[in-house]
């Protein structure tokens, strides 16, 4: 079997005879032979309506690629979906020049005191944050094991940063204007959400004598646990869109602070793990983005690359073949595991050099390098027939959650 080139069109990976499944649309022209496995593996399940469309950035995931899209008829994949339900971005462009922002170490400082990130959260529930719970309680919370889903604690964690690839930033675009840039999801409760119905529909496939791994278990809309996993998956994607919301204004606050008056010109908001129903070819299916975004004609998303390196404002082109999906970043090239043996915190300091981030985190933030992923750059080249770039950001301020 021979890999794809990532031609635009996306290319039909060779299925082994005997092996079944529907196929695999691929656009990575860096793709490793576990990862083609992988996505070859989620493409015999018995509930997709169509092949497994494969984004420049994809990489080795839990249960399902990251970097895939997935369509199935009144059937959802609980892992497709992933822990970090919601998980996405958020990209705001001001009135102001980054030229015009000095001082820029205060502004990273202020951020840091005003957003919580990885195991951190805030002392108190903000009054936004208890306002968006009562007016959006969990729908069939009792469904979920008690203790960590309390108002209190789930309150408390909205408008918090998570840990891992998540990060804020300022940045600059072609014309020196200045954007706030921001990647996080759902926090803890997205995760207890997919953790339970990962292991629930584990559960039903095993006593229905379904055909699935446990890793691709699915429900089946006939199925009692159906509605509640998807009330709870839009639910959580409705936080994940707020937390982004109440982050982004806590980074505007710190702004105006030193820099005076600083007005909030153009924002796009998006998720890229999540999924949603559809219309492709004639028909409702749920389309499942785990690590990607939606690229419909003209909708606008946010494709940021690594640490260090650039991110793009996008515009979809609606391409069917990847059922209107594009990457949503860089993708990885190496575990966090291997990450930490190959490089160095001296190596990732110089590629920070022009840029003010916590250099104190260097030794942390290791597997975060920019040589643990893809080049952003090519991930960009592979997909020129699903999106069209608007804007190139450069980073200048960093800020991340170790």
């Given at each position: 079997m021979e890999l794809s080139n990532g031609t635009p069109g996306g290319s039909l990976l060779e299925i082994p005879r005997g092996y079944g499944g529907v196929g695999v649309r691929n656009w990575a022209s860096i793709l490793d032979h576990k990862t083609r496995d992988q996505a070859l593996v989620t493409s015999r399940s018995p509930v997709l309506a169509g092949p497994v469309a494969l984004m420049p950035d994809a990489h080795l995931g839990r249960g399902a690629t990251v970097g895939s899209v997935i369509i199935t008829h009144r059937a959802i994949i609980p892992a497709a979906v992933g822990v970090d339900i919601g998980c996405g971005m958020i990209a705001a462009l001001t009135n102001r020049r980054m030229g015009d922002l000095e001082h820029p170490q205060g502004v990273l400082n202020k951020i840091r005191r005003g957003v919580p990130a990885g195991f951190n959260w805030h002392q108190t529930v903000s009054r936004d944050a208890s306002r968006w719970l009562e007016e959006n309680p969990i729908p069939h919370a009792r469904q979920l094991p008690r203790g960590k889903n309390s108002p209190a604690r789930v309150g408390?964690?909205?408008?918090?940063?998570?840990?891992?690839?998540?990060?804020?930033?300022?940045?600059?675009d072609e014309l020196d204007r200045l954007w706030i840039v921001l990647h996080t999801g759902s926090r803890g409760i997205g995760n207890r959400i997919a953790t339970y119905h990962m292991a629930a529909a584990a559960q039903v496939c095993a006593r229905k004598d379904r055909r699935a791994s446990r890793?691709?278990?699915?429900?089946?809309?006939?199925?009692?646990?159906?509605?509640?996993?998807?009330?709870?998956?839009?639910?959580?994607?409705?936080?994940?869109w707020r937390n982004r919301e109440l982050i982004l204004d806590v980074v505007w606050k710190a702004l105006r602070r030193r820099m005076g008056s600083v007005e909030l010109v153009d924002m796009i908001n998006c998720h890229h793990n999540y999924a949603a129903d559809e219309r492709h070819d004639g028909r409702t299916l749920w389309v499942t983005r785990k690590g990607a975004i939606r690229a419909g004609r003209g909708d606008r998303g946010v494709i940021p690359g690594s640490m260090g390196t650039d991110s793009y404002i996008v515009q979809g082109l609606g391409n069917p073949l990847s059922y209107c999906s594009a990457a949503h970043g860089a993708g990885r090239v190496h575990s966090r595991n291997q990450a930490r043996k190959r490089f160095t915190a001296e190596q990732l300091t110089e590629a920070m050099k022009d840029k003010v981030?916590?250099?104190?985190?260097?030794?942390?933030l290791v597997d975060e390098s920019p040589w643990s992923y893809k080049p952003i750059e090519q991930v960009m080249k592979d997909q020129e027939d699903l999106v069209v770039s608007e804007h190139r950001l450069v980073a200048r301020i960093n800020y991340k959650g170790a």
């Open positions: 408390k964690q909205m408008g918090t940063l998570g840990g891992g690839n998540h990060f804020v930033e300022i940045s600059s890793d691709l278990a699915y429900y089946l809309a006939a199925d009692s646990l159906f509605n509640v996993y998807i009330d709870q998956m839009l639910w959580a994607q409705s936080y994940a981030w916590e250099q104190h985190k260097a030794r942390r």
